[in-house]
Structure formats: C-alpha cells, structure tokens
C-alpha cells in the first residue's frame, strides 16, 4: 500500500516552499508514495503548491495576537479549522503529518495529534515559531534549519538536518558554489522575500544613484515584490540605472549564479539558498519578525564569516555600499565569504530530513492511528 503523507502550513515562501521540498524528496524516496497539502486560501500555498501540480485541502486557521475582538476570531477560525482538519485527515487517511509552520499548520497539527496520526515539525528559523513550539512536545521529531533553534525546542525531539530546499534550486547549484560570475561589473543580488520589501528597494534605488554618480557602479539584480515592481521599473528605465527589476520568480536557482553578493531580509530559507550557491550576504533584518528570529537568524549565519548584517537604522544607502564593495574589491575577502557561507550550507536537508521521518515511522514506539 502507498504511504500517504500530508504536508501542512503555508502562509509566506518561507514557510510553503520547504513544504514542497519536503514533498519532492518524500517522493524521490518512496516513487508509489502520494503527498497532499493543507494550508489556507490566503497564504501563498493556494498558488504555489497547485503550480508544482500537488492537490491541497484548504482550512480556516489565523493568528491569536492582542487580546478582544481580534485575538477572540483568531481562536475562533482555528477552533473551526481543526474540526474541517479533523475531516480532511480522516479522507486523505495519511500516514504521517509534516508541519512546515505558520499559523496554517495549527489545525492540521492539532487535528494529526488528536487522530494519533504521526506529527513531524520542520523549524525554518533560529527562534522556533509559535506553531511549533506549541506541538513540538506531541511531535515525533522536530527537524530545523538553524542550530539555534535545537536549544530552544524539547532535548530528545529536535535535531538540525538543514532547511529543506527544492530540488530546482540544489541541482542548479551543483557544481556552480564555487564559481566567480561572469558578470560584470560586480553584481548584487537583492531580495526582499517573497513579498518584496520597501526598506531594500528604496535603499537599491539609492545606491545605483549613487553608482551612476561616481561612476563606480554596481549592477543589482532586484526582487521587488508584486506591489512596488511598476513603480521601480518605471524610476529604473527614466534614470537609466543600472538595476534589473524583477516582481518575483520561482526559479531562484537561476538568479544566484549570476550574482557576486546578496543583499537581503534575514529570512531563513533566502540565507540557506544564498548558502547552497555559496554567496556571501549582507543582512538587514525585518525588525517587527516574530520574537525578532531574523536578528537571530543574521547572527547565526555571520558568525561563520559568511557576511555581514546590520540593523535597519544602521543601514543606511552609504554603509551597504560599503559593505558591498569591501567584497568587490578584494577577492580574497570574498573567497573566504564564500568558504564560509558554504559551509554553512545544507545541500541534502530535504532527503536526509524524509529519510530520518521515515525511519522513525518505521519504529513500533511510533504514534499510529487508532
């Protein structure tokens, strides 16, 4: 019979694209295996994951902050959506649940251990989510991305496997971490997560002025998110700047190779990415993320020698292009970046994550539904 899993949560590309990472590599080891998705209407995975042809069940859940009429509906639609969790589980009869976090994995969670289906957690950040600090007594394994994460979660229950990474992204890196890019002048990759981000265009927009100025220019291949893309586009083509606009892609792996550098959020699976390819990072921080896990996240990260990270008061246009350019202009500099930032990489987490679920499915201590 096919071992069926359900992988569940969603909300941002942080949280859905290890997901679908979990899901290939859950395939590549059992081929007769079938892999379904919960999450919500809203969050990204409504797209993303029937995009890589996966069928998902959707659930009410949402955020439990402040206190009244916000915090009360918060707990209201999570009350809802683990009864509908309760229903899908019983329909798709999985063998196993992954949680990926975010507030979507709750009712699937909290559903997987009432039905005593196996619960595996898979923590992106250095500071563990609230989902998964809420389940990870009743999971089976917690698996993270960061060291960091390992001493705040249960001992016994919580090991580093890497953060898991589409199989796109790793087979264009193989073979290219180590290569200096063509390009040039010295190229920037600039991210700011899946939804764009203000503080880094705004900052791009700047230094390419600033570029253009001197004549000292660096070329920035920018993500600038689906709200702000029309507005850069339109600054970029009238000064001719010297800054390729994209809105988003989900082909990241054919954006590293072309970089030197990455200026970007402190987000967990950007940096595992920009590790895999090998490429040194400057680190601005999203301030208002949860318990400030992207400070965390940046720390962890830098302290190998793999780059640089600064809060965003301190980040003004002139000091990234500093930070940019001590990189540019001395390639030793870089090579050792470089060295460290792939150290830090975790090139087989998806499949090495799976494998170690699976094995521990396999034990008759193992949780089973009744």
Known sequence: MSLRMIVAGGGTGGHVFPGIALAEAFLSLRP???????????????????????????????QVTGKGLRG????????????RAIGVLKRRR???VFGVGGYASVPVAAAAVLLRVP?????????????????????VRVFTGFEGAVTRLPPGRTERTGNPLRAEIVAAARGRSGEWPPDDPFTVLAIGGSRGAHAINSRVLEM????????????FLLQTGEGEYAGVEEVVRKESLMVEPFAFTNRMGDMFPRCHA???????????????FGRPCV???????????QTRNAREFCETGAGTWMAEADATPEVLR?????????RNAWEKAREASLSFARPDAAVETVRRALALFQRSDCPKEA
């Open 32 to 62: 007769d295996g079938i892999v379904t998705f919960v999450g919500t209407r809203e969050g990204l995975e409504a797209r993303a994951v029937p995009a890589q042809g996966y069928e998902i069940d959707f659930v009410p859940s949402g």
């Open 72 to 83: 009360g509906w918060g707990l209201l639609r999570i009350a809802s959506g683990i009864f």
């Open 94 to 96: 999985p063998d196993l």
């Open 119 to 139: 619960l595996f957690l898979q923590e992106q950040n250095s500071v563990p989510g609230r989902s998964n600090r809420l389940f990870a007594r009743r999971a």
């Open 208 to 219: 390419a002025r600033a570029g253009k100025r001197e004549g000292k220019e660096i070329r």
């Open 262 to 276: 990455v200026l970007m959020r402190a987000g967990a699976l950007s940096i595992s990415e920009a590790a895999l």
């Open 283 to 293: 680190l601005v921080p999203f301030r208002f993320a949860a318990d400030d896990h």
């Open 322 to 330: 500093a930070s940019l350019w001590a990189l540019a202009g001395d």
